[in-house]
T-cell receptor
Framework: GAGVSQSPSNKVTEKGKDVELRCDPISGHTALYWYRQSLGQGLEFLIYFQGNSAPDKSGLPSDRFSAERTGGSVSTLTIQRTQQEDSAVYLC????????????FGPGTRLLVL | AQSVTQLGSHVSVSEGALVLLRCNYSSSVPPYLFWYVQYPNQGLQLLLK??????LVKGINGFEAEFKKSETSFHLTKPSAHMSDAAEYFCAVTISGYSTLTFGKGTMLLVSP
């Protein structure tokens, strides 16, 4: 079956612009996660959605970052007023449930802020 | 809070040699441990996971890992490296009732002919 898909695969933007990154999870997966992968910082958790519960936003680095998940499926990560330090690969993952359930990762969106 | 330490940002082996990638964890409660592999320009793929059943866990592509509580370790091994094993490997930890994974910094495995 189809895996997790993300778009765009690459995004180049200018400092100060807003960007939106999209994630389509595997059908039927109730949990959705966003991670950021950058040189020197490794993989960092950003935000997590589980069903209709309030999202866990504890990993968001600043209030310029936000995410939503519409209809329990597609998710959009928005970064406002982008900064050069936001340059990274943004990975989305989904799972059937939480905890020990395997998280399936998408290919990521490579963001470059000039 | 949980944490993971991967010793060695790069490990080089010859094709056919033993692969050993080290992972040590820190957790105040019994952990669940994972190894993921990332090939260039791709997302992460699960190799194997430990969820408090057997301490020796077998995964895909001939990899296995052993959970050693006394050493707080979960090292990844493969008896004989193949060129196709060249990739970055991540160890991750979570605990019961917790949703997200905490990843190590990753180890790049280089395989030479």
């Amino acid at each position: 079956g189809a895996g997790v898909s993300q778009s765009p695969s690459n995004k180049v933007t200018e400092k100060g612009k807003d960007v939106e990154l999209r994630c389509d999870p595997i059908s039927g997966h109730t949990a959705l996660y966003w991670y950021r992968q950058s040189l020197g910082q490794g993989l960092e958790f950003l935000i997590y959605f589980q069903g209709n519960s309030a999202p866990d936003k504890s990993g968001l680095p600043s209030d310029r970052f936000s995410a939503e998940r519409t209809g329990g499926s597609v998710s959009t990560l928005t970064i406002q007023r982008t900064q050069q330090e936001d340059s990274a690969v943004y990975l989305c993952a989904s799972s059937l449930d939480t905890g020990v359930e395997t998280q399936y990762f998408g290919p990521g969106t490579r963001l470059l802020v000039l | 809070a949980q944490s993971v330490t991967q010793l060695g940002s790069h490990v080089s082996v010859s094709e056919g040699a033993l692969v050993l990638l080290r992972c040590n964890y820190s957790s105040s409660v019994p952990p669940y441990l994972f190894w993921y592999v990332q090939y260039p320009n791709q997302g992460l793929q699960l190799l194997l996971k430990y969820t408090s059943a057997a301490t020796l866990v077998k995964g895909i592509n001939g990899f296995e890992a052993e959970f050693k509580k006394s050493e707080t370790s979960f090292h990844l091994t493969k008896p004989s490296a193949h060129m196709s094993d060249a990739a970055e490997y991540f160890c991750a930890v979570t605990i019961s009732g917790y949703s997200t994974l905490t990843f190590g910094k990753g180890t790049m495995l280089l395989v030479s002919p």
